[in-house]
């Protein structure tokens, strides 16, 4: 049939093209030929087209298999916005009544209907099979098709059932599109769906127009990201968090900010999720703060910026999350946000499943975390993660090549990690690898005698944060390779063997050193940013309040909140109580000498203070802090009051902490009474009043471990609040 078809007279016709991007002609050929086709192409590749235009030329109507309704709804409208009659596209899901499902079938039954969208679970509802079996199915396309593969970023279980039902219904070809797909996800999608026959098609997945950048997850983040929007005005941008309460919270704290922007993830009603994308297309708003349910081939070329509020689960999600970004081959800035404890988190979440999916999802969060900390080019990490080789060392445009880290040599260590993996016969991954060449003798590694073979430790004596990078950059070298199939054993290449052989120099880059606990931090990252001449000021002036009211520093301003006003510069009471720690109390009771001294320190030296400092917070926190208030004032029991906002107790200390520490005072002598006796309180609180820190851990050690974390967090507040409020 393709031999009497003039592709490019129809690309004009129905879509206004002169020319076919890519290998789209190819694909579109093989599938009026009668092929199965295997399509992998990326985000802004032109997937679409390849199933659009044949279903136009076709004989028949096409059914194209896809996710989300909201994606469904978005493609219907732009090919019926194309054509000159209504009803060439339709969609059949869940959001439909009985007369417009009716209206569907009618139309398709008529001819009128090209390209029919399904949902892969009303694909194989009794009532649409039955209809389905009826008329001439010109071939189906399953978009999205990696959601078959329990090795893909977003496995949906019913997309297993798509091969039986096509039996069902009726053969036609069958074109698999997908924008992200690792060997082995591609293997099990053409297994599953039953086209091993199929005729591959495979973009390159360099998106050079993209920068990647990973930063360090502060407490300071939303306002990170408040100032780099405020940096991009007008810009379109797409911000990523895994729960839906960080969505809501994110997005009103931006809209409070002046930022035009909006939630969106399936807790939302249909008709909201809808406005909200068309807001989003219609650039009535800027920015679109959403879980992975936002997103799957939206057609908006022009989103300037991808942001990753949490680390995703998969290098594949990332990836095709990141390749919403700058899809005209414009401007697109990908910034991920990364902190162990994210990774220890979304491990926690996996608790249950079972074993297998668990493993899956192990393995797939390393390789996260290995992009996340790598010092690497992240283009060549990401390419070489989907099978594709990067032949430059400098990318130009991700934040490792731009300011890259010092190389050095590893020959040596190479040398041991490949003996190390010969020695175990290729059979381990690379956590147990790094324990047998350190000589750590865990109980696994005992109950396989490894720890009697000759190269047991050998790297003992080698700087211990080398390991991961070493093995990391030999997978990227061709000397090692991992063997997904096999859970993530380390093999040996040929390269690798003739490298044990004759060893030449090899040179790495270390890993970046990210912090386990962004909690604890001081601040934003931006250390470059903290004058250091002001914060030894401020520092003497605390010293000198603190003697006056003979108390110890901290209990006046925390180190946290002098950093923050020797960056951001507050001169005024409203500014000042932005600063982390400094609520009205404390501003209006310590405020003043602090303020004075900051404005003469700007005037004196010219300094130009941050535009947007003033980042304003939302009320859901306060509704929180004034529930903990209004329930310490009434004495009710510290562990009830936790039970009735759903939180852990140490949460809600963290809570009243804040607040006390924030200048607000409270008396919890009532559930204090309760759970201490008279005398260690007055032990615990003797010790604050002579310390100068406020620090929990050396509490504990100098309190010889009498006491427990709890009760020493409670006689600490007990101490703020009387001393300092």
């Known amino acids: 049939m393709s031999e009497n078809v003039n592709l490019s007279e129809n690309l004009k016709h129905y879509f206004g093209f002169d020319t076919f991007k890519g290998e789209q002609e190819q694909i579109i050929r093989s599938l009026l030929e009668g092929h199965n086709v295997f399509v992998l192409m990326p985000t802004g590749g032109g997937k679409s087209l390849c199933y659009q235009l044949p279903s136009l030329i076709m004989e028949g109507t096409a059914i194209i298999i896809s996710p989300l309704i909201a994606l469904m709804k978005n493609q219907v409208d732009v090919v019926n916005g194309m054509s000159e009659e209504s009803g060439v596209a339709h969609y059949l899901n869940s959001s439909l009544n009985r007369a417009a499902i009716l209206q569907v079938m009618e139309d398709v039954k008529k001819g009128k209907t090209k390209m029919l969208y399904v949902a892969p679970e009303s694909l194989s509802k009794e009532e649409n099979v039955a209809f389905l079996k009826t008329i001439k199915i010109s071939f189906y396309a399953i978009d999205e098709a990696h959601c078959i593969s329990e090795w893909g970023h977003d496995f949906r ?75 991009n005005p007008g810009k379109s941008g797409i911000i990523y968090c895994l729960s839906r309460k960080k969505v809501e919270e994110l997005a009103a704290i931006l809209l409070a900010n002046d930022i035009k922007a909006a939630p969106y993830h399936a807790g939302l009603d249909s008709p909201t999720r809808s406005e909200t994308q068309d807001d989003f297309l219609m650039e009535r708003i800027d920015i679109i703060v959403a879980t ?79 992009y996340a900390e790598s010092s690497v080019c992240r283009r060549k990490m990401l390419l070489h993660y989907f099978g594709e080789e990067y032949p430059k060392d400098n990318c130009e445009n991700c934040d490792n090549c731009l300011h890259p880290h010092e190389r050095i040599e590893a020959g040596k260590e190479l040398l041991v990690v490949l003996r190390a993996v010969n020695a175990l016969k290729e059979n381990f991954r690379q956590d147990y690898l790094i324990d047998f060449i350190k000589g750590r003798a865990t109980d696994d590694l005992v109950s396989h005698h490894h720890d009697e073979l000759e190269e047991f430790g050998e790297g003992e004596d080698m700087p211990p944060k080398h390991w991961n990078p070493v093995i990391r950059q030999a997978i990227i070298a061709g000397y090692l390779r991992k063997d997904v199939e096999n859970y993530g054993t380390l093999k040996l290449t040929a390269a690798g063997r003739r490298f044990m052989k004759n060893p030449t120099p090899f040179m790495i880059v270390e890993d970046t050193e990210f912090s386990n606990d962004y909690e604890d931090m001081d601040n934003d990252g931006t250390a470059s940013a903290l004058d250091p001449e002001l914060l030894q000021m401020l520092r003497n002036l605390r010293q000198r309040v603190a003697q006056k009211h003979n108390l110890p520093p901290y209990v006046i301003f925390q180190d946290v909140s002098l950093d923050q006003m020797a960056t951001m510069y507050p001169i005024t009471t409203e500014e000042l109580q932005n600063i982390q720690g400094v609520g009205a109390g404390k501003a209006k009771r310590y405020g003043p000498e602090f303020l004075k001294l900051i404005k003469e320190h700007c005037e004196a030296n010219d300094i130009e203070r941050p535009q947007e400092f003033r980042v304003r917070t939302v009320a859901k926190k306060s509704i929180l802090k004034v529930k903990i208030i209004q329930g310490i004032d009434r004495q009710v029991a510290l562990d009830d009051i936790a039970n009735t906002q759903g939180l852990e107790f140490s949460e809600l200390l963290d809570e009243i902490e804040a607040i006390v520490y924030s200048g607000t005072r409270l008396n919890i002598d009532y559930f204090l009474e309760e759970v201490l006796d008279e005398d260690h309180i007055d032990d615990i609180y003797e010790y604050f009043r002579e310390s100068d820190t406020d620090s929990i851990d050396e509490a504990i050690n100098e309190l010889d471990g009498d006491y427990t974390e709890d009760e020493i967090r409670l006689v600490r507040i007990k101490f703020i609040s009387e001393q300092a409020n």
């Open 157 to 231: 279980p019913e997309y297993r059932n798509i091969r039986p039902t096509i039996n069902t219904i009726g053969n036609a070809p069958v074109i698999a599109l997908t924008a992200t797909a690792t060997d082995k996800v591609r293997s099990d999608i053409k297994k599953s769906l039953g086209i091993n026959d199929a005729i591959e098609f495979k973009s390159s997945f360099n998106r050079p127009n993209l920068y990647y950048e990973v930063r360090q997850k502060t407490p300071e983040i939303d306002k990170q990201i408040i100032r780099f929007i405020k940096q």
């Open 292 to 370: 992975i349910a936002f997103g799957m081939g939206i057609d908006k070329p022009d989103v300037r910026f991808v942001i990753h509020y949490d680390i995703p689960k998969s290098l594949e999600g990332y990836y095709q999350e990141t390749g919403r970004a700058g899809r005209d081959g414009g401007e697109g800035q990908c910034i991920a946000f990364y902190a162990y404890k994210d990774l220890q988190k979304l491990e926690k979440f996996m608790e249950g499943k079972p074993v297998a999916e668990q493993d899956i999802g192990r393995q797939l969060l390393q390789e996260t975390a290995a």
